[in-house]
């Protein structure tokens, strides 16, 4: 049987561009969960959590901390993209976070990630920037952008 982390991982290595270095290793993953306040949403193709030997399409891993919750990965393998799936994952990360007693949810991007589109339609606005915060494989630096989401 497949495990979750098996699954994420497999969407990892096949979502993010080796050259800005966004993947987590394995290591980093499994720690990250380890510890109470990390969760995590898996999603099939069809847009149900993943049972059984189901591959994964999408995931996010998130972390709670007081009344926020932190986006820290979300993706889609490419060719489930523009089906509505990284939607629905931030609908369970909203919904999942709010019953933890989150207020609110934030993430932080590299500037020029397609995703800022998804996640402007679903309500994120910019709090925040880290002038040339992140470093690509190649060498070159990009501004980190920090969003955040009222739960209602």
Not at 82 to 105: H, M, S, V
Request: charged residues 25%.
């Amino acid at each position: 049987m497949i495990d979750d982390v098996d699954r994420i991982m497999a969407v990892m290595q096949a979502a993010f561009d080796p050259l800005y270095g966004e993947a987590w290793n394995r290591r980093q993953v499994e720690d990250s969960l380890s510890l109470g306040h990390c969760h995590y949403g898996v999603i099939a193709a069809e847009g149900l959590p993943c049972a059984g030997d189901v591959p994964a399409a999408g995931f996010f891993m998130s972390r709670n901390a007081f009344h926020e919750e932190e986006l820290l990965l979300l993706a889609v393998k490419p060719e489930f993209r523009r089906y509505g799936l990284g939607r629905k994952l931030l609908d369970t990360l909203r919904r999942d976070a709010g019953a933890r007693g989150a207020q609110r949810l934030l993430l932080e991007m590299r500037r020029g990630n397609p995703a800022e589109a998804l996640y402007a339609a679903f309500g994120f606005y910019k709090i925040g920037e880290r002038p040339n915060y992140y470093r690509t494989s190649e060498g070159d630096r990009l501004d980190a952008i920090t969003f955040a989401c009222d739960i209602s």
